[in-house]
């Protein structure tokens, strides 16, 4: 490429994953079952999980469960992170798997061995010089928490959560700088199983449960703030939000006002709550729509909420979206949790996400604009099917592509003036998707010899994208 990119000194390059994805060992060491094990592999897994009767069985006979051994990272994290040095992050996003920790959630002693296990990730990553940035929360509560409470709607979680938190961020609170709360926090608003651990049988398709799991998990997560500078004021605590671009379809005013009210309801309504600390004045329309009442709130709820909002946006890009209110015809496309209509100027992937790399610089303006704080990509990338050669190398110039396109994106949006500070691609290693529960939907450098039906060595080997993002690393943007 030859356009000139900004990247400031120490931005933060790396890539992302999640523990339930990649970690395999599901039940090694005291480790109790999450919500992320009981999720069927295969396409149907979202429509399992959303069907009415789903309540969290596992049932071995009828599905396979891709997430059990993952790509046994637990085992060969130390080959991982020494190739995650080898292309030279300086930073590296992982999740601590709650169950490894608390295996039932309601435990008052934390699990000494699931301990032990992220010390040695941790230090593996300080060894090379890599920064950990750790999400506490990753789509994966414990599995009991979901059945016997029935997930976030029940305010007893906030004080499980406060006890996992505490224990995670005195642990590792001096070593770590860099956390985020909840992953993709507004997710829920479409599907509150990964991140409020709510099915249809346990009340998800109730608005009101879901916008009461979520002020139980502001409080929550603004209870881990205040701890973890209690512990160390210089650490970074952030939220983590799915971020989708939103279009109107044409200037026609009914679409324009349907597009902000989507835009406040599904990408800003978490942000405003954890970032301003307040609930958006909007906050009363949306009560009125999706018919709900009064919340309950604590008595300090709101000052917690207000005193301890996050330091930063975490965010996942992946596509944009495009609202039609006025449409005659249904032109819905599939998306990751945010279908939205077709937008004849995008490609999209195999999966049919809409790519949209000028979205991204638009999302960095509208992020930044809104709230000041800095702004951290933690996820972005192309989910793919690569295919291999005889010496099992990819040649996935498709995935270079994507990527540098985002990263001019994100170089023009600094120079609009943002305040980014780092990147990390999803997926830097290949594992298991999150929607479908498939590992041939691939988004990493590193290629992992595994297919769906769990066939293969799990050998690691370079792709041609590894030698590309080495490079990116190694000249700060500037070589794409
Ligand atoms: C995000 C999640 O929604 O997108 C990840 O935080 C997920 O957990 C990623 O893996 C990509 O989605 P998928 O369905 O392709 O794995």
């Excluded at 039940?27 to 079952?33: I, V």
């Excluded at 596992?58 to 995650?84: M, V």
């Excluded at 006002?257 to 709550?273: G, I, P, R, S, V």
């Excluded at 702004?375 to 498709?398: Q, R, S």
């Amino acid at each position: 490429s030859t356009k000139t990119t900004v990247f400031p000194d120490g931005f933060l390059w790396g890539g992302a994953t999640a523990a339930n994805q990649l970690e395999g060992a599901y039940r090694s060491d005291g480790k109790g079952l999450s919500v992320a094990d009981a999720m069927p592999g295969g396409k149907q897994r979202f429509q399992i999980l959303g069907s009415d009767t789903f309540n969290w069985e596992i049932d071995s006979d009828k599905f396979i469960y891709p997430n059990h051994r993952g790509i046994d990272h637990y085992h060969r994290f130390k080959e991982d992170i020494a190739l995650f040095a080898k292309m030279g992050f300086k930073c590296y996003r992982f999740s601590i798997a709650w169950s490894r920790i608390f295996p039932k959630g309601d435990e008052t002693t934390p699990n000494e061995a699931g301990l032990k296990f992220y010390d040695q990730v941790i230090d593996e990553c300080l060894k090379h010089g890599i920064e950990p940035v750790i999400t506490i929360s990753h789509y994966e509560m414990p599995l009991h928490l979901a059945k016997e409470y029935g997930g976030w709607k029940n305010r007893k979680m906030i004080d499980f959560f406060e006890n996992y938190a505490t224990v995670v961020l005195t642990r590792y609170g001096k070593k770590v700088t860099y956390w985020m709360t909840f992953n993709e926090i507004n997710s829920a608003f479409h599907f509150p199983a990964l991140s409020q651990g709510m099915v249809k049988a346990t009340g998800a398709g109730d608005y009101q449960n879901v916008f009461q799991a979520w002020h139980n998990q502001f409080v929550a997560s603004a209870k881990a703030v205040k701890i973890g500078h209690g512990i160390n004021p210089d650490m970074q605590i952030g939220c983590m939000i799915i971020y989708a671009t939103t279009y109107s379809i044409d200037a026609n005013p009914v679409n324009q006002m349907a597009t902000l009210a989507q835009n406040q309801e599904f990408n800003f309504y978490c942000t405003d709550a954890q970032v301003r600390g307040e609930y958006p004045a909007y906050q009363q329309r949306m009560f009125d729509k999706y018919g709900v009442s009064e919340l309950e709130i604590g008595a300090d709820d709101l000052e917690l909420m207000k005193t301890y909002s996050v330091d930063y946006i975490g965010f996942s890009y992946y596509m944009s979206s495009a609202v039609n209110e006025t449409a005659e015809e249904d032109d819905t496309v599939v998306g990751n949790l945010l279908g939205g209509v077709r937008n004849p100027f995008l490609e999209a992937s195999e999966w049919g996400w809409q790519i949209d790399p000028e979205g991204l610089r638009i999302a960095l303006n509208e992020l930044y604009d809104r709230y000041q704080k800095p702004l951290f990509i933690v996820e972005n990338g192309l989910g793919a099917i690569d295919k291999v050669d005889e010496n099992f190398y990819v040649e996935d110039d498709y995935r270079i592509d994507y990527l540098r396109r985002h990263i001019e994106a994100m170089s023009d949006a600094i120079k609009d003036g943002v305040d980014l500070i780092g990147y990390t691609p999803w997926g830097c290693i290949d594992l298991v998707s999150a929607s479908t529960g498939e590992m041939s939907k691939r988004y990493g450098f590193i290629y992992v010899d595994l297919d769906d039906n769990g066939e293969g060595t799990m050998n690691r080997y370079e792709k041609k994208s590894f030698n590309w993002y080495k490079q990116v690393i190694e000249t700060n943007g500037q070589e794409l």
